[in-house]
């Protein structure tokens, strides 16, 4: 039992090391909140671009190269992108947060923009014939009209793809830098002791992610109540 | 005010119209019958030109609509249409439903938009309504307000495809009385639909259309008193 004690003590205890757990967890959200925002900007973006279709219905060349973008981010592991983000794209930059926001904004905008098109594309066909059958032209028929109903099918998945990328940035580490993983990693190797650091770093995501399941929940909840389908 | 010459409509190798040429002449209530599949949504579908026609001129009021010059959206501001499934905007009231498309098009004001939606929400008796969303009404409100949510552009011709056809039964009567009233009122319309009673009281004329032609075209007394090809008294002995 004092062993037991001990080894708490030690994990998160001793010399403030707590400190430096919720140092990891800022960095972590730092992170995750960048990507988030750029992969929401991306996603939306591709999406528009990837649905883009020429009057004569063919694909556009925008279409094609979102096409692609989503098909070699979705075809790739996110620690690879990471290292050739960091060793090889952006090698000049020391600033490890900046290189990962966009790492993981960029792999995440794969997901938001397959997200957004089907969303975009489960609004009913016949609610763009009605707007366009009153004069309405195509941006305007968007814009009004499928896009406000679009949301409200896209902000759960989004929601979900959120709290993925918050435990995606797990992988920070492998570019030195000290996220929550990487912090308990190293405190588990100076004090030869695992078992705390990494559960208290599970701990510590797990409730994280219950905050933002809960957040989201209650977002959903109150769209759903004005929903007017 | 709309003339059709030899219209033709191909998805891929479906032939769905095969050379339709009709004149519809100002205050005609065109009433289109015909077998499932015939090409009926397909040929109203054209005259808005939701439907690109694969070849084949069509003219509103002496311009080629089918020129891809054309410009739709201006062209479309005097065509209503009214949907088989209502097509109310979702995520609008039915007071915005009403005046979206005039506000945005700078047709109107919002106030004289609003004005002329509440007018034509008395007409139909929906004016407490107004601030509802479609989800909460029944298929002939909607249905109504989806008719004067067209009138609101003050269109000079109305395109209805089955208007009653998504409808409980107890409902068909309200939306054809709202239609009857409009055709009183000197409305160009084309109609397609399953009700001969409507074709028979409303129609200035009736066509019976089938594998992408127009073959049969009479006014209602002799349409359905003398049908003469055989298709369409076959058609009628099945309906009738
Ligand atoms: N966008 C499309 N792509 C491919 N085929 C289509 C398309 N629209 C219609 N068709 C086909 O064209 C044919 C005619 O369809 P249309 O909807 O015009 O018939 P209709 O006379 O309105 O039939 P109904 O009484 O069932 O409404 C059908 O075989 C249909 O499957
Ligand atoms: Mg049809």
Redesign the pocket.
């Known amino acids: 039992m004092a062993d037991f004690a001990d080894k708490f003590q030690r994990a998160f205890l001793e010399g403030d090391r707590w400190k430096l757990y919720f140092k990891g967890l800022g960095l972590t959200l730092e992170v995750a909140l960048f990507a988030a925002i750029l992969g929401l900007v991306i996603g939306t973006v591709a999406a528009l671009l990837r649905l883009g279709k020429t009057n004569d219905g063919k694909n556009t060349v925008g279409s094609f190269i979102a096409g692609v973008y989503i098909d070699v981010i979705r075809g790739t592991p996110s620690v690879v992108q990471l290292l050739i983000m960091w060793f090889i794209i952006m090698k000049n930059s020391t600033n490890g947060v900046l290189v990962a926001s966009l790492s993981f904004g960029i792999n995440s905008g794969a997901y938001v923009a397959e997200i957004i098109r089907a969303g975009i594309l489960a609004v009913d066909k016949g609610q763009t014939e009605a707007g366009r059958s009153l004069g309405l032209s195509k941006a305007q028929t968007f814009l009004y009209i499928v896009f406000p109903q679009a949301v409200k099918n896209v902000l759960p998945p989004i929601g979900n793809e959120f709290i993925v990328l918050v435990k995606e940035t797990a992988i920070v580490g492998y570019v030195s830098l000290s996220d929550l993983t990487r912090v308990a990693n190293q405190v588990a190797s100076r004090t030869y002791e695992a078992f705390f650091p990494l559960v208290g770093a599970a701990v510590i995501y797990f409730v994280i992610i219950k905050l933002m399941t809960i957040g989201l929940g209650i977002l959903e909840r109150r769209l759903r109540k004005s929903d007017h389908h | 005010m709309i003339i059709i010459k030899d219209l033709r409509k191909e998805?891929?190798d479906?032939k769905?119209l095969n050379g339709i040429s009709y004149h519809i002449k100002k205050g005609d209530k065109i009433v289109i019958v015909?077998?499932?599949?015939?090409?009926?949504?397909?040929?109203l579908r054209c005259l808005n030109l939701l439907?690109t026609p694969t070849s084949g001129r069509i003219s509103f009021e002496g311009e080629i609509i089918t020129d891809p010059k054309a410009d739709l959206n201006r062209i479309r501001r005097h065509m209503g249409m009214v949907f088989q499934n209502f097509n109310l905007f979702n995520n609008l009231n039915i007071l915005d439903n009403i005046t979206l498309a005039p506000v945005k098009l700078k047709i109107k004001s919002r106030e004289e938009a609003e004005e002329d939606a509440f007018r034509l929400l008395e007409r139909i008796g929906l004016k407490d309504k107004a601030s509802a969303y479609p989800y909460s009404l029944s298929g002939g409100q909607k249905q109504r307000i989806a008719i004067v949510r067209s009138l609101a552009m003050n269109p000079k011709l109305m395109l209805f495809?089955?208007p009653t056809s998504a409808l409980d039964p107890e409902m068909v009567g309200e939306v054809l009385e709202v239609m009857r009233e409009l055709a009183n009122d000197g409305m160009t319309m084309v109609v397609?639909t399953h009700e001969m009673g409507f074709a028979r009281e409303v129609g200035t004329k009736v066509l019976f259309?089938d594998e992408g032609v127009i073959v049969e075209e009479n006014t209602p007394e002799e349409f359905f008193a003398h049908p003469k090809s055989p298709r369409l008294q076959d058609f009628l002995s099945k309906v009738l």
Not at chain 2, 34 to 43: A, D, I, L
């Open positions: 998805f891929g479906l769905v015909g077998p499932s599949g015939s090409g009926k949504s397909t040929f439907e495809d089955e397609v259309m």
